[in-house]
């Protein structure tokens, strides 16, 4: 029944924006984040929130990057801008029930999207 659906994703040139949504439907969740991953490379935590105030950036994106969430709409969105071609990547949205940060910087998330493609070109 849970189900987390990512859009938003595209291609656009460095510096360009995008912003991206994750839909959560089955249940409500504590915490949700964004992850990415690009080709060769291991998934590393992006961006995370904990119920609606209580966020944290890797700091690759700080600055750049920003996570909310809308409650009403059990929607988590990652505006993402300035970015720049090592942003290059699938990005996957995930959630939990239980909420500590440091589960969310290791990734040990319960629920997963299938991830949305975001290319940043020079």
């Known amino acids: 029944q849970v189900q987390l659906v990512e859009s938003g994703g595209g291609s656009v040139q460095a510096g360009g924006s995008l912003r991206l949504s994750c839909a959560a439907s089955?249940?409500?969740?504590?915490?949700m984040a964004w992850y990415r991953q690009a080709p060769g490379k291991e998934r590393e935590f992006v961006a995370g929130i904990i119920w609606s105030t209580n966020t944290r950036y890797a700091d690759s994106v700080k600055g750049r990057f920003t996570i909310s969430r809308d409650n009403a709409k059990n929607t988590v969105y990652l505006q993402m801008n300035s970015l720049k071609p090592e942003d290059t990547a699938v990005y996957y949205c995930?959630?939990?029930?239980?909420?500590?940060?440091?589960?969310?910087?290791?990734?040990?998330?319960?629920?997963w999207g299938k991830g949305t493609l975001v290319t940043a070109s020079s």
């Open positions: 995930a959630a939990d029930p239980e909420f500590t940060f440091d589960k969310l910087v290791r990734g040990v998330m319960y629920y």
């Open positions: 089955g249940r409500t969740f504590a915490s």
